[in-house]
Every structure is written in structure tokens, then in C-alpha cells.
């Protein structure tokens, strides 16, 4: 038995104590140690380390809902915990909502975990980092690499008691050159895998390729959206999209059984050796078809969503699942079958899964990042944004000028639509989001059209 699910068991059992046999209890211990190391200037700047171990309990009791959590995991912390969870349960309201507990199941297989990775100390982290700056040939430079190691356990009085652990790896740098900056980004659940001298070469080159840009009138432009980009793409499908809460609610564009994407696109969310292997509520967490082949097959729900639905749970509770709704956090598009054949020189910037798509567009943009969303209209999922970190203007399939940044708005499933999606490239990148334990594995996408509204100009 783990530290962790032993914490979780024992304030199950004081639960049993202090209220009954009646109550419904469910608590989650989770060990994470979170390790930062980061550049600006091309150098190290700051070096930081974490590790905390919070129990949080959630208490269903006469029909009422209550939940607490501590950090004091002393036999007096935990007696404290109870009785404050307990005592708020008294004076909350009716819970109608209450979907009960998740009952005796065993989790899937979560693969290998890295223990070198949650191990990894900053003498590891900043190698990874001189490497970054040397590869960038004297280009001013900044960015971070983290570890993260999360280790957890449930317990519920249903008799459900699961523990497991991860660990995650991430890199993400720029390089500046004239006022251009380029970006180059990667994760993965083993550290050994991220080699800091191709990331920084990479973003080296894509600065040097976006100085003197030319400004271009809004429109509708075909792009190329290398991986960096379409992770922000997936990143709002699963927040605003595919989010069980919205989609009860009809407030989601999500239409189980309905062809609404290309069919190119295959979406999945894959938490196994991502995440923990159960989510919040105790729920096995297993890899969960989003999309196939252009058709929309689930969405992601905790209990309450699922029930709400006429659903079930797929493990995506949270701590703010109920509030905000339950979201993937590990979505994976297919890669496509196009092959990158095409020498890097002669596409110039781009990146590997990008680099064949360039080279069939007759005339469209090369986009390299999104950044600063916003949602506009959730039901359609119309977003504005900027382009970062390099746009390119390719002409018969040569990257032609820099472009300068731009605004767009933009429905992203339109833009995934049946007929949108010219193609897919062949190789899918994992990449960090801002938060730690949320990754997002993406190709390039080559798509016949994109909204620009606006320029550097207005």
C-alpha cells in the first residue's frame, strides 16, 4: 500500500466515526513534487523546487454536499479535516445533483513509469538548458525545463481503493533574433528523451527566417498550422468542446454519432502514463475516443456530468469538474500518412511534421503558434487570437517571406469541417501546456482556409 492511499483510507475510516455508517465519502492524497528550472538572457535565472502532499475529502451527507482539504497529513490534520468537512455539510444546502460514489473497479494498465525522470535533480534540468543556448549560436535566449513526479491514492466507503504515479518532462525555449522570435517546444514522461541542442537549433532557425516581415491584408488564407499551434486547437476542442458539462448543458458543439470533422481527424485523449490512472472521483482513467475518422463519438464527463447526460463517467473529475466541467487533458490527433521526404533546407523554418505540407501549398501561410484565445461564441467555437513565434508566406511550395503577426477569428471545428483538412502530417509532437500534467500530442494540419482579420496596421 502507498503513503498516499494509506492517508485516504484512514479519513475514510473517521469519516465512518464521526458520522455514521450513512455518510458517503471520497478522498484523494496526492504526493507532487514539481521541479522548475528557467533561462532569460541566456542563462539560468531561477531554480525551483516543490513538493507538497494534500488530502482532499469529499463528504455526501443527508443529502448535502461538503468538501475540505489540508496539507497537515498528522493523525490531528486529518481529525481536523473530518470534522470541518462534516460540520460544513450540515449547513450546506440540498445536493440534487449527488451521483454517488464510484464503485470497486480496477484500473487499466498505465504503462512504464521513468524513475530517473521523478528523480531528476537541476544539475540535469540545466544541461538541457546550456544546450538549448549553445545550439542557438549566440541568439539571446530564454525559456524553461521542468520535472514533475505526482504520486496519489483513493479511497471511498463504497470499498473503492486505487494508487498509482507518473511523471512528466518538458522543454520550451525561444530564440530572438532582430526583434523575431522563434519557439521550440517538447514533452514526454522520460526526461532522457529531451534533448536541449535540436530544440534550441530549431528556434534559432525560425528566428533568423522571421526577421524583416512583410505585412499582408486580412483574409481568408490557406495555412499549414505547425504542431505548436494545433495544440492550441486541441487544447480549446477539449476545454470548450468536448467538456461533459457544456454538452449536457447544450452549450457545446459536440454531436455524438454526427460527422462533423474530416475525415483526416482522429482525436483521443490518453491520460494512461500522462496522469495519474484514476481521476478524482476514483475512476479508472482509460484512453477515450473523441473523434473517428471525422465522426464526433464521445465526451469527456465526471459523475455528475454523466449523469446529467444519461452517460457515464469516463475519468475526467477534477477539482474543478463540477464547476468549470470535466476536461481532457492529454489529447492526441492521428498523425496522417504524409511523409516528410522533403530535404529541411528547402522548406527552410519549418518543422518536421510540417515540412511535406508546406511543400504542396501553391500559396497560403506557414503559421507557427497561437497565443492570447479567447472564446467569442461557445456553441460554434469561434475564438480571436494572434499568430506567434513566426508566420511565413509559402508561393508553389517555398517558404517565400516572414509575415508579421496577425489577428484571426476563427471557428475551429468549421476549420476541421468535412472537405477543410487537405491533409495531416506524419509525425505527432508531444508538447507542454502552461500547467504541468497537461499535454497535448500533435501533427501539422494543412487546412484550406483560416479567418485573418486583421494586421500589424489595424
Same mark, same amino acid.
Given at each position: 500500500?502507498?503513503a ?84 460544513a ?10 451521483? %454517488?460514489?464510484? =464503485?470497486?473497479?480496477?484500473?487499466? &494498465?498505465? /504503462? $512504464?513509469?521513468d524513475? *530517473?525522470? @521523478?528523480? +531528476?535533480g537541476?544539475?540535469?534540468r ?5 544546450d538549448?543556448?549553445?545550439?542557438a549560436?549566440?541568439?539571446e ?6 520535472t ?18 507518473s511523471?512528466?518532462a ?18 514526454? %514522461?522520460?526526461? =532522457?528523451?529531451i534533448?536541449?541542442? &535540436?530544440? /534550441? $537549433?530549431?528556434?534559432? *532557425?525560425? @528566428?533568423? +527566417? ?54 483526416k481527424?482522429?482525436i ?10 484514476f ?11 473523441l ?6 463519438? +464521445? ?12 452517460g ?8 474543478a ?23 529541411e533546407?528547402a ?16 500559396r497560403?501561410?506557414l503559421?507557427?503558434d ?8 461557445q ?20 517558404v517565400t ?14 476549420a ?16 507542454p ?26
Amino acid at each position: 500500500m502507498s503513503a498516499e492511499l494509506d492517508l485516504a483510507g484512514r479519513v475514510v475510516e473517521l469519516v465512518r466515526q464521526q458520522a455514521g455508517a450513512g455518510a458517503e465519502a471520497e478522498v484523494v492524497a496526492v504526493h507532487s513534487a514539481d521541479a522548475l528550472t528557467r533561462f532569460a538572457n541566456s542563462a539560468i535565472h531561477q531554480n525551483v523546487a516543490e513538493a507538497t502532499t494534500s488530502v482532499q475529502l469529499r463528504l455526501h451527507l443527508d443529502g448535502r454536499t461538503a468538501g475540505g482539504s489540508t496539507t497537515v497529513t498528522s493523525a490531528e490534520g486529518l481529525t481536523s479535516l473530518v470534522e470541518r468537512t462534516v460540520a460544513a455539510a450540515g449547513l450546506a444546502p440540498r445536493d440534487p445533483n449527488w451521483a %454517488g460514489l464510484t =464503485a470497486p473497479t480496477p484500473l487499466r &494498465p498505465s /504503462g $512504464a513509469f521513468d524513475e *530517473a525522470t @521523478a528523480a +531528476a535533480g537541476p544539475g540535469e534540468r540545466a544541461a538541457r538548458v546550456r544546450d538549448f543556448v549553445d545550439a542557438a549560436g549566440g541568439l539571446e535566449t530564454a525559456g524553461f525545463c521542468r520535472t514533475t513526479y505526482v504520486s496519489g491514492g483513493f479511497a471511498n466507503s463504497a470499498g473503492q481503493a486505487v494508487t498509482g504515479r507518473s511523471a512528466e518532462a518538458a522543454m520550451d525555449g525561444i530564440a530572438r533574433f532582430e526583434g523575431a522570435d522563434g519557439v521550440a517546444r517538447l514533452a514526454g %514522461g522520460k526526461l =532522457a528523451a529531451i534533448d536541449g541542442g &535540436p530544440l /534550441g $537549433a530549431r528556434a534559432a *532557425a525560425k @528566428a533568423r +527566417a522571421g526577421s524583416r516581415p512583410i505585412e499582408l491584408p486580412p483574409g481568408h488564407y490557406e495555412v499549414v498550422l505547425e504542431p505548436t499551434a494545433v495544440s492550441d486547437v486541441l487544447d480549446n476542442l477539449a476545454t470548450w468542446g468536448f467538456n461533459g458539462k457544456a454538452f449536457a448543458q447544450h452549450q457545446s458543439f459536440a454531436e455524438l454519432g454526427a460527422h462533423q470533422f474530416d475525415d483526416k481527424i482522429t482525436i483521443t485523449d490518453e491520460p494512461l502514463g500522462a496522469t495519474l490512472p484514476f481521476d478524482l472521483e476514483g475512476t479508472p482513467r482509460d484512453t477515450l475516443v473523441l473523434v473517428r475518422d471525422g465522426v464526433t463519438q +464521445a465526451v469527456s464527463h465526471d459523475r455528475t456530468s454523466a449523469a446529467e447526460a444519461g452517460g457515464v463517467s469516463t475519468g475526467h473529475a477534477s477539482g474543478a469538474s463540477r464547476s468549470w466541467g470535466p476536461m481532457a487533458t492529454n489529447l492526441r490527433l492521428s498523425p496522417g500518412p504524409v511523409t516528410n521526404a522533403v530535404p529541411e533546407e528547402a522548406i527552410g523554418p519549418t518543422a518536421a511534421s510540417a515540412r511535406a505540407l508546406v511543400s504542396r501549398m501553391r500559396r497560403g501561410l506557414l503559421i507557427t503558434d497561437f497565443w492570447y484565445t479567447r472564446v467569442l461564441d461557445q456553441k460554434s467555437l469561434v475564438l480571436t487570437g494572434l499568430t506567434r513565434n513566426g508566420v511565413w508566406l509559402v508561393e508553389d511550395g517555398e517558404v517565400t517571406a516572414a509575415v508579421s503577426n496577425m489577428r484571426f477569428t476563427q471557428s475551429y471545428p468549421q476549420a476541421l469541417a468535412p472537405g477543410a483538412v487537405l491533409a495531416v502530417g506524419a509525425d505527432a509532437l508531444p508538447l507542454p501546456d502552461r500547467w504541468s500534467g497537461v499535454r497535448y500530442t500533435a501533427p501539422a494540419l494543412h487546412l484550406a482556409a483560416w479567418n485573418l482579420t486583421g494586421n500589424a496596421s489595424g
